[in-house]
């Protein structure tokens, strides 16, 4: 089973950019859809992007479309978020997540699906 470790999160304005890493332990990474979620204060965790065992898929969330990116390198056994254009309404402790029981080509969203969780990172956008 994996571990997961997020890095990257801070402070930025908004407009800026920055780079989350997940760096995963075990030499299983490549099974493992990986997702990215992330929880505003009071409210729910939400679904923000998933990149495929490959890579060869993504999907996003609408509102983090063009802005957001996510890539792997399962060489290195990590996953990326880089955020572009960031928004106040962006700040909040993101999360990555691993997803072990899914086909190569699958992107799941549902955060039950995923089994093995980071500690989250905190990413603040101030106006």
């Known amino acids: 089973q994996v571990q997961l470790v997020e890095s990257g999160g801070g402070l930025v304005q908004a407009g800026g950019s920055l780079r989350l890493s997940c760096a995963a332990s075990?030499?299983?990474?490549?099974?493992?859809?990986m997702g990215w979620f992330r929880q505003a204060p009071g409210k729910e965790r939400e679904f923000v992007a998933v990149?495929?065992?490959?890579?060869?898929?993504?999907y996003y969330v609408d509102s983090v479309k063009g802005r957001f990116t996510t890539s792997r390198d399962n060489a290195k056994n990590t996953v990326y978020l880089q955020m572009n254009m960031l928004k106040p309404e962006d700040t909040a402790v993101y999360y990555c997540?691993?997803?072990?029981?899914?086909?190569?080509?699958?992107?799941?969203?549902?955060?039950?699906?995923?089994?093995?969780w980071g500690q989250g990172t905190q990413v603040t956008v101030s106006s």
């Open positions: 997540a691993a997803d072990r029981d899914v086909g190569s080509m699958a992107i799941p969203t549902l955060e039950r699906l995923y089994d093995r």
């Open positions: 990149i495929s065992r490959s890579g060869g898929r993504t």
């Open positions: 075990g030499r299983t990474f490549s099974n493992y859809a």
